[in-house]
């Protein structure tokens, strides 16, 4: 079973780390990064960068595809190297998924046509303008495709993905592997729960609106 974790300039740490912890243990798994090109890959602080270790070419059918989101979103279109090979693999995977603004290149590649979806909050814009139905669930399941909201959701999302793929017993080893128990210090981490104030500044550095 080929997991394919996407890679790309600008991409969001988390977004793929935290599937790829969530999953790459499951028996059977063969997780691997993937991007245009093999060797490191620079997140989107320029700090942190993982290395794709198969390129495009070279996965051509994965059983599951997951899509980080970044920044790269911003400026990507239809002929991104991302949405070119989401096009060409998406109809033989078994699952196909994104986090955060990773579905902003499932949209682009009309994977999310008529579909609930969700993404990061502050791009649910795009997302509509995309052909998708955008929605606040953490994780929405629409057939074959998953998309999980704001990096921290790609956890959750691996976790239903590992139920799916290995059943949830299996899953349920991995949460407690990985001692995912959130309970986080501030509740504000939903757009919803925040002033609008600071609801606009973080949408005005996320470059969205």
Do not use: N
Not at 31 to 49: I, Q
């Amino acid at each position: 079973m080929q997991i394919a974790c996407v890679l790309y300039p600008r991409f969001t740490v988390l977004d793929i780390i935290g599937p790829f912890q969530t999953l790459v243990d499951l028996r059977g798994a063969d997780a691997v990064f993937v991007a245009e090109t093999a060797g490191p890959v620079p997140d989107h602080t320029g700090r942190c960068s993982l290395v794709a270790t198969h390129t495009f070419a070279e996965v051509i059918a994965p059983d599951v595809v997951v899509v980080p989101g970044g920044m790269a979103d911003l400026t990507a279109d239809r002929d991104d190297p991302v949405v070119r090979w989401l096009r060409m693999v998406h109809p033989g995977t078994t699952w196909t998924t994104s986090v955060c603004t990773g579905a902003i290149y499932l949209g682009l590649a009309g994977i999310l046509d008529g579909l609930d979806a969700t993404t990061h909050w502050a791009a649910y814009e795009r997302l509509r303008l995309l052909g998708a139905q955008p929605c606040q669930e953490r994780v929405v399941r629409r057939g074959k495709v998953i998309t999980a909201a704001g990096v921290s959701a790609g956890i959750d999302m691996g976790l239903m993905l590992a139920a799916e793929l290995a059943g949830e017993r299996a899953a349920h080893g991995v949460q407690l592997a990985i001692e995912y128990d959130p309970q986080p210090p501030f509740d504000c981490g939903a757009p919803w729960k925040v002033p609008a104030e600071l609801r606009a500044r973080v949408a005005t550095a996320l470059g969205g609106s």
